[in-house]
């Protein structure tokens, strides 16, 4: 099936409709950021909206405007399930592929409602009616951002829009630091801003509310678990489902860790191996010109995007970790 430009869509959202808006499994912020901006959006457009995430959300987001308006599947199954049911319309964010949103996905496979897909990452599967995949956007918020702007409504951008904007462009681009940083991001914030954001009480809420546990936990793992090859220019984190318990960590506290062995000096690629409950988790970060993506979708089951993706494993922590030393063994030394 051939993706249509969302844009061709307009016409289904000329009178109410009910949209069912979902995102990817353990979201991230910019999978809540992009899912509640576009759900105000198109509230104040008259439409009835239901936003359903497939697991929690993290407690580091729990502050967001409308945040205590998403149906997490994992606890509210049927209350979800009849949303889908009835929805006229479907917005897919933050993901290009239904097999990310875990438990969700046969249902939305089966869904006869046009699909709309807005995502930033590499090659979707051909699934959706209508969509919007650009790649090269710093994160799915800025494109929630350039489909309101299209849909000439950007006088409808108000605070509680502007906060769930900011926040998954704030969280994707690490603080604005990142490649994908570029002056459209910029010009969007400064248009926030003109509207009234005020962006510190954001940071703060994301980044300076760690619980004590949380805080010890990183020691832990920068101190316990974290091993760096220089001969390779890499770094892994491994974290085991004991670690995890050990610490009482919730939804989202093992976010940014896999950041941390790439302020070594020398290590351009980082990796973070997490034993969940059904399988190990790997996410992959790097700087310069190593192709993490590529990576991933080799070896890991997984992708994303050039300097920042994810995979899994089927197999045990230890094997994943015997693995994973053992490809990278395989690379030519820097």
Request: charged residues 20%; negative net charge; contains cysteine.
């Amino acid at each position: 099936m051939t993706m249509k430009p969302i844009l061709e869509a307009k016409n289904l959202l000329t009178s109410p409709k009910k949209i069912f808006i979902t995102t990817h499994h353990k979201p991230d912020g910019d999978a809540i950021g992009s899912m509640l901006a576009l759900h105000h959006y198109l509230q104040i457009k008259g439409h009835h909206v239901y936003s359903v995430a497939p697991s929690e959300v993290p407690e580091f987001l729990e502050w967001l405007p409308g945040v205590q308006q998403v149906i997490n599947y994992e606890a509210q199954a049927t209350e979800a399930q009849t949303a889908l049911h009835n929805a006229d319309i479907i917005f897919c964010l933050d993901f290009n592929d239904f097999s990310r949103t875990k438990l969700l996905e046969p249902l939305l496979a089966a869904a006869t409602a046009p699909k709309l897909l807005i995502d930033h990452h590499l090659f979707p599967k051909p699934v959706w009616d209508f969509g919007t995949s650009r790649p090269e956007k710093s994160s799915t918020c800025e494109m929630v951002y350039d489909y309101i702007n299209e849909m000439g409504d950007n006088a409808l951008i108000n605070l509680d829009i502007a906060k769930c904007l900011y926040t998954g462009a704030m969280t994707d681009t690490g603080s604005f630091r990142f490649p994908c940083t570029s002056g459209d991001v910029h010009r969007m914030i400064a248009d926030l801003l003109d509207k009234g954001l005020v962006q510190g009480p954001i940071h703060e809420a994301v980044y300076d509310s760690w619980s004590a546990d949380r805080m010890r936990f990183v020691g832990y793992s920068l101190i316990e678990k974290m091993e760096l090859f220089p001969k390779w220019s890499a770094g892994i984190i491994a974290i085991s489902r004991k670690d995890l318990k050990l610490f009482g960590l919730n939804t989202g506290d093992t976010e940014g860790l896999v950041q941390y062995p790439l302020s070594v000096r020398g290590i351009s690629f980082s990796t973070l191996i997490t034993e969940r409950s059904d399988e190990v988790k790997l996410s992959f970060r790097s700087k310069g010109d190593f192709n993490v993506n590529e990576f991933a979708r080799t070896h890991f089951q997984g992708g994303g995007h050039f300097n920042a993706s994810g995979g899994k494993s089927s197999e045990s922590l230890n094997d994943t970790i015997l693995r994973f030393k053992q490809i990278l063994s395989e690379f030519h030394p820097r």
